[in-house]
Nanobody, 121 residues
Framework: QVQLVESGGGLVQPGGSLRLSCAASGVVFSIDAMGWYRQAPGKQRELVATITSGGSTNYADSVKGRFTISRDNAKNTVALQMNSLKPEDTAVYYC???????????????WGQGTQVTVSS
């Protein structure tokens, strides 16, 4: 059974940094894009950053220059380094991965359980 397990959330002061990590457990054939999304109270879930298996990245305008996404294909992990955090970054952050569990079945979206990030003084 494939699962995405996240870690690294917490409380940080404005201007501080946090690093989120996500690992895909279970046997998979391949992992396509991986990414991070977030959902603040009363708002829809939004894309934060994505990264392809080849390393191409995409960021929301609100986090460009502050957040960096990276992945380790050998370990099936993805990380999000968050610097210069702002109160508006407060949200539950979700890891996402498009995974081909068994070839040639199509890729499916998997989600982590979410980790809370709170930016407050």
């Amino acid at each position: 059974q494939v699962q995405l397990v996240e870690s690294g959330g917490g409380l940080v002061q404005p201007g501080g940094s946090l690093r989120l990590s996500c690992a895909a457990s279970g046997v998979v054939f391949s992992i396509d894009a991986m990414g991070w999304y977030r959902q603040a109270p009363g708002k829809q879930r939004e894309l934060v950053a994505t990264i392809t298996s080849g390393g191409s990245t995409n960021y929301a305008d609100s986090v460009k220059g502050r957040f960096t996404i990276s992945r380790d294909n050998a370990k099936n992990t993805v990380a999000l380094q968050m610097n210069s955090l702002k109160p508006e970054d407060t949200a539950v952050y979700y890891c996402n991965a498009r995974i081909v569990v068994i070839w040639p079945k199509p890729a499916r979206d998997f989600w982590g359980q979410g980790t809370q990030v709170t930016v407050s003084s």
